[in-house]
């Protein structure tokens, strides 16, 4: 089992900046990739920040110029940094990574954490 643990949300005003951290443990054997994710009041979860395999990274465009996401390999980590926060960021962000778990099997599997909250407010 693989367990995505988030810290660093929050409750900040608008145009304050918080940094968001995942550290993945358990049977981890290599991992694809880890990104993030967000899900506002009401609405569908939806894509905050993901590297591509191209080495590339999308972003949503409502964060473009505003967060960017990094990694730690060696810690089996992912970051988020947010910058001039908006009262629209506010969402439960989740980390999410798609990990191999085991030598004996090439297979990857998806896996998330269980969100942490930003509150934004004006």
């Known amino acids: 089992q693989v367990h995505l643990v988030e810290s660093g949300g929050g409750l900040v005003q608008a145009g304050e900046s918080l940094r968001l951290s995942c550290a993945a443990s358990g049977s981890i054997f290599s991992i694809n990739v880890m990104g993030w994710y967000r899900q506002a009041p009401g609405k569908q979860r939806e894509l905050v920040a993901m590297?591509?395999?191209?080495?590339?990274?999308n972003y949503a465009d409502s964060v473009k110029g505003r967060f960017t996401i990094s990694r730690d390999n060696a810690k089996n980590s992912v970051y988020l940094q947010m910058n001039s926060l908006k009262p629209e960021d506010t969402a439960v962000y989740y980390c999410?990574?798609?990990?191999?778990?085991?030598?004996?099997?090439?297979?990857?599997?998806?896996?998330w954490g269980q969100g942490t909250q930003v509150t934004v407010s004006s």
């Open positions: 590297p591509t395999t191209g080495g590339s990274t």
């Open positions: 999410y990574a798609v990990v191999r778990t085991t030598w004996r099997s090439a297979n990857y599997s998806p896996f």
